[in-house]
């Protein structure tokens, strides 16, 4: 949920691993092998496994120059087979840009847009909920999600309302906060959210060993945020030579390297790194091609990392 793109070391891994990309990165993506897309288990539709989350890079007034770059990262997305947006209300001018970048280039309707609402009273919800959609300049979301749930008996009602409404498709709930992983397992046991955002890295693995296994019993598709680690991830691999073992799962960067090992998890629906580079975007979707790892590459990819 927390954007990972400001850290300088990327580009010195991308370049390592010898990804650096061609300014003609569109047409790349979209001629390639094609991206992963999982089931959405509440309905059976298919989510490309590769989106891009929006705080921070996409929280900013008018700017010419972000806006256009922005803009480019998304056209990336698309023309790269994804379609997931992940933003919120907390993000600042997130939603803004967001509804600004959709209208402008006519893509709305190829974007799998999904926000949140804060836990609150019913008319602080609904307020924050339309102001949402004002801000995106859009009548429907595709998943509204609970942010930052922290109450195992939390209820999901409005929500549901919500969606018999046609103000959104599917219902969700996220957590970033250890300390609140208890309600949240309960909260997901009891509601069966649609959709169930966490985050969850090579960094940072404490929700992989009871959360995410209650959410995929509970039958919700899993996002998973902060791939990175806020940034920690790239400064323990920065200088530092992909492995050989890459090789064997089609990884040709340290980005794909993080995203790969958390596709290869089958419970995990899609990943939602963020980023304001276009050839970011474009490396992002590559970890959504090729081969993924199995249980036995994953352990090693984690022995690997922890070695480092």
Not at 46 to 54: A, F, H, R
Not at 65 to 93: C, F, H, N, Q
Request: proline fraction near 5%; include cysteine.
């Amino acid at each position: 949920m927390s954007s990972e793109s400001k850290n300088p070391s990327r580009r010195d891994t991308l370049a390592l691993a010898g990804c650096a990309l061609a300014a003609s990165h569109l047409p790349a993506v979209a001629q390639g092998a094609g991206l992963l897309a999982r089931k959405i288990p509440s309905t059976g539709e298919m989510l490309p496994c590769v989106g891009i989350g929006t705080a921070i890079i996409f929280d900013f007034d008018n700017d010419p120059t972000k806006t256009a770059e922005r803009t480019d990262v998304i056209k990336t997305l698309v023309a790269g087979g994804g379609k997931l947006i992940d933003t919120a209300p907390s993000y600042g001018k997130a939603e803004e840009r967001v509804g600004d970048i959709l209208k402008d280039t006519g893509l709305r309707d190829r974007i799998f847009l999904a926000t949140k609402v804060a836990v609150g009273d019913r008319a602080a919800s609904i307020a924050e909920m339309q102001a949402s959609l004002r801000k995106l300049k859009t009548e429907r979301v595709d998943l509204m999600q609970l942010h930052n749930v922290r109450d195992g008996n939390q209820s999901l009602a409005l929500l549901r309302e919500w969606k018999t409404q046609g103000v959104c498709k599917y219902i969700g709930v996220t957590s970033s906060f250890d300390r609140d992983y208890a309600a949240v397992e309960a909260c997901v046991r009891k509601e069966k959210p649609d959709f169930f955002q966490i985050d969850y890295s090579l960094v940072d693995r404490n929700s992989e060993e009871r959360l995410i296994p209650t959410a995929a019993d509970a039958g919700c598709a899993i996002l998973t945020n902060l791939p990175f680690g806020r940034g920690k991830f790239f400064q323990k691999v920065s200088g530092k030579p992909l492995p050989d073992l890459a090789k064997e799962i089609d990884c040709t960067s340290w980005a794909q390297f993080a995203l790969k090992w958390l596709l290869g998890n089958p419970a995990i629906t899609a990943v939602i790194p963020g980023t304001d580079k276009p050839q970011y975007m474009t490396d992002n979707l590559k970890a959504g091609m090729g081969r993924l790892p199995d249980a036995a590459m994953r352990r090693k990819m984690v022995e690997l990392f922890e070695a480092l």
